[in-house]
């Protein structure tokens, strides 16, 4: 069978990074980091809004912060109680979700765009389970909310909640939801990353048993511009194509062990962000290896989380969760040179 130029890429590519010998690696001065602001808050992510807008979610709500001025501007949620994910999907498109102050029960809320009112959904009725909270929190191209529950993911279908996995039938720590390769979506849990569609339920399960690598309990799934599949956690850097697992994790090992957030700029660099206190690495699209060691005087340690997200203007922009719990955030603008 012939192999269209994206899938030779994504093969050669897989084969240079399994291989030390050929993986030339750079560091930090490659770089430049440059510090916008500190906000006196923790940071849960940060999210593209659109083309000159990002929005970094902290306790409070948002901040937009836009980079071009590099101003900021806090976007306030209305008091939703305890422990809640954002998620944006779009100029104006946010999402929250938050365990109710009266009931008890996770809730999924919308920002009106024309109001700037946060509208609620149905609350998600699984009182009295041992995780009553949302995590994670995903919106498909649809527009449909999925939700990880207690022992369940839960997708709205317009007019009520439904179980798609878990509860009485499979108990299931959802981890990450997102797009997958395959276009359907795929789901981490504790068992490893399922491929789920409504028409075969899930059609693969990537697990050890089938891929000898340890993929349970990721942070992150992320599907890039050259068809591979990234997942990252506590010691785990791994990428799946064509249903086969890939073990990245010894090469950058000298570097950070343990990941939390990823994103692909304009120029087809991935950009990864560390959670154990190391800084970011880069693998750019010629397989080099880039690390950025946090910037030092800043108080960063083992349990600083660095998230990533590009940009259009050539930055990319980077938050610090700070401290175990996390009680500031630091906001930078990083550029390789």
């Known amino acids: 069978m012939k192999m269209t130029t994206r899938h030779a890429k994504s093969v050669l590519t897989i084969a240079i990074l399994l291989s030390l010998c050929c993986i030339p690696l750079s560091f930090g001065e490659v770089a430049e980091w440059t510090l916008i602001t500190e906000i006196d808050t923790a940071s849960d992510s940060l999210s593209r809004m659109d083309e000159s807008t990002l929005a970094i979610s902290v306790r409070e709500g948002f901040y937009l912060l836009d980079t071009e001025t590099w101003r900021m501007e806090l976007l306030n949620t209305i008091d939703m109680g305890l422990f809640f994910p954002y998620f944006v999907r779009g100029p104006n498109d946010l999402w929250a979700a938050a365990r109710s102050m009266e009931d008890g029960l996770p809730t999924i809320w919308r920002r009106d765009s024309a109001s700037g009112d946060w509208v609620p959904y149905p609350p998600i009725d699984v009182l009295g389970t041992l995780r009553p909270w949302v995590y994670p929190l995903w919106i498909d191209g649809n527009g449909n909310p999925w939700a990880g529950v207690d022992s369940s993911v839960q997708t709205f279908d317009g007019e009520q909640w439904q179980c798609l996995m878990g509860g009485d039938d499979l108990y299931i720590i959802c981890d990450t939801i997102s797009e997958g390769p395959d276009g359907n979506v795929w789901i981490g849990s504790q068992y490893g990353i399922f491929s789920w569609s409504y028409e075969l339920f899930f059609q693969n399960l990537y697990s050890y048993a089938n891929t000898g690598l340890p993929l349970a309990s990721p942070f992150f ?42 994103d692909e700029d304009s120029q087809g660099n991935v950009w990864l962000g560390s959670c154990d206190g ?4 880069v693998i750019r699209p010629n397989n080099e290896i880039v690390h950025l060691p946090a910037p030092e005087g800043h108080g960063y340690g083992l349990y600083t989380y660095f998230s990533v997200k590009c940009a259009d203007d050539g930055f990319t922009y980077v938050t610090t969760a700070c401290g175990d719990p996390p009680e500031h955030c630091d906001v930078w603008a990083v550029r390789l040179e």
């Open 221 to 262: 799934g992320f599907h890039d511009s050259r068809g591979l599949y990234w997942i990252g956690g506590l010691s785990k850097l791994h990428v799946v194509f064509e249903g086969k697992g890939y073990s990245l994790s010894s090469l950058v090992s000298g570097f950070a062990n343990s990941f939390i957030s990823i």
């Open 278 to 281: 190391k800084g970011l690495i």
